[in-house]
């Protein structure tokens, strides 16, 4: 081939990959600006704090009013998902306390806002405590098939959860709806999770904070299943029914980055976020939007803001997994990463955090303690993309290529739950 064909054909597939298009961007930056450049205080806190205030002074100060008590704690644990400050979760925990003691342990409702409270916090084995001395106490029958399943379900119980998930069988209840939907996901049947789900939001009715958990709910399953356009209609639409709802503004900032690769874009609503809110997560978003940006010094800053904020004693269990992988990875300190997974095993022993904790073991090199873990805890168990991940660098560690492909693979279908990080070493491990 003489050097002028040569170089015309090189021109030409230039000139084609120009030509192709890119793929659109989802995050409307319009949007966005517009946004942040009317957020106000949003009526769903307005309305709590009118909520809170209301049952407060309803309060008789005797130790005995479980009615104007117990309201008061529910509009507490209501602020926390607002505004992200755990200490009123303990607060509510607090008065909930008090009242099972002061009624001589012979009232359930404590009992029962504490299995809830317990269940937001992680602590899966007190949740477990809480609802068997409710239900010998006495509960009516929906309240003992739907948070039991909730602390089974948590707990890795399944079969249990799923048997109580059929005793409710009430096609017309939200909670029903609700529940199907995460047993549907748990079981991989994506479609019928996202069916449930939207299900759940039209039962919801007026119900806006209902509305919005559902909504954002559907938006995450969409994000789960690659669907993102979908998932950014579902964020929106939260955020224009409740703009309160940080996890939908968060969720877009994500959607932002992982698929527009825009973290700038993405830096100013985690950013923006952060002002909003008392909770970790947005600092643990911006860990991730400097690790896209490949900015290790920034990555590291944020891991270690985000190691301080959540080493408070009263955040407990509840960013264990987060913690794991920061050890495990831009923090440098395996032993730390191991130790947190061994303590979330005794929290809730189930196939991911079996997965967690042999990845732990992996990385602090006790490759045969690793493998004894997934032989005997996490084989042939489902899990979710992060422990594909992990199980799939354990076998390429023991030189089993096909097996750890397969783990890749199945990895990469839910990859927009993933850090930028492992996306890309997910698609340099898949090239080979």
Same mark, same amino acid.
């Given at each position: ?23 659109? %961007? ?31 002074k ?33 607060? @509510?925990?607090?008065i ?51 948070? @039991? ?16 998930l ?28 996202? %069916? ?20 954002s ?11 993102l ?46 002002t ?52 495990n ?25 079996? %997965?967690w ?11 045969d ?20 991940y ?43």
């Amino acid at each position: 081939m003489s050097t002028y064909n040569f170089a015309i054909i090189l021109f030409a597939l230039l000139a084609f990959t120009s030509c192709k298009p890119k793929e659109k %961007a989802i995050v409307s930056i319009k949007f966005i600006d517009s946004l942040m450049a009317n957020y106000a205080i949003p009526e769903a806190v307005k309305a709590n704090e009118t909520e809170m205030q209301f049952w407060e002074k309803r309060i008789n100060n005797d130790g005995f009013d479980i009615v104007n008590e117990s309201k008061y704690a529910s509009t507490l644990v209501s602020r926390f998902h607002l505004l992200g400050d755990i200490k009123d979760v303990k607060h @509510a925990d607090s008065i909930q306390m008090m009242l099972a003691k002061n009624f001589n342990n012979k009232e359930a409702s404590p009992y029962l806002a504490l299995t809830s409270n317990a269940i937001l916090q992680h602590k899966f084995k007190e949740a477990e405590n809480y609802l068997q001395i409710a239900k010998t106490i006495g509960i009516r029958k929906y309240e003992t098939y739907a948070t @039991a399943f909730d602390v089974d379900f948590e707990n890795g119980k399944i079969f249990s959860a799923s048997v109580n998930l059929n005793n409710i069988n009430a096609e017309n209840d939200f909670g029903y709806q609700f529940r199907k939907s995460k047993m549907a996901h748990y079981n991989g049947s994506l479609d019928s999770a996202i %069916a449930f789900m939207q299900k759940a939001t039209e039962l919801a009715a007026q119900n806006n904070t209902l509305k919005t958990i559902a909504l954002s709910n559907v938006g995450d399953l969409y994000t789960h299943s690659g669907e993102l356009d979908k998932a950014y209609d579902s964020y929106v639409l939260c955020v224009k029914t409740n703009n309160a709802d940080l996890h939908s503004i968060m969720a877009i900032g994500w959607i932002a980055l992982v698929h527009d690769k825009n973290d700038a874009l993405a830096e100013k609503i985690f950013q923006f976020v952060q002002t909003k809110t008392k909770s970790p997560e947005p600092v643990y978003k911006l860990i991730l939007m400097a690790q896209q940006r490949q900015d290790s010094t920034l990555e590291y800053k944020y891991a270690k803001e985000f190691e301080t904020m959540v080493a408070d004693t009263l955040y407990g269990n509840m960013y264990n997994k987060y913690l794991i992988q920061l050890y495990n990875g831009v923090l440098k300190n395996p032993a730390k990463a191991e130790a947190i997974a061994k303590k979330e095993l005794d929290n809730r022993a189930t196939p991911q955090t079996y %997965a967690w904790y042999a990845f732990s073991l992996l990385t602090n090199n006790k490759k045969d303690e690793a493998n004894a873990v997934f032989k005997n805890y996490i084989s042939g168990k489902p899990l979710e993309g992060l422990e594909l991940y992990f199980m799939g660098k354990l076998m390429l560690e023991f030189k089993k290529g096909y097996n750890a492909q397969q783990y890749f693979k199945e990895a990469y279908k839910n990859k927009y739950d993933l850090s930028p990080g492992i996306i890309k070493d997910l698609e340099s491990e898949l090239e080979h």
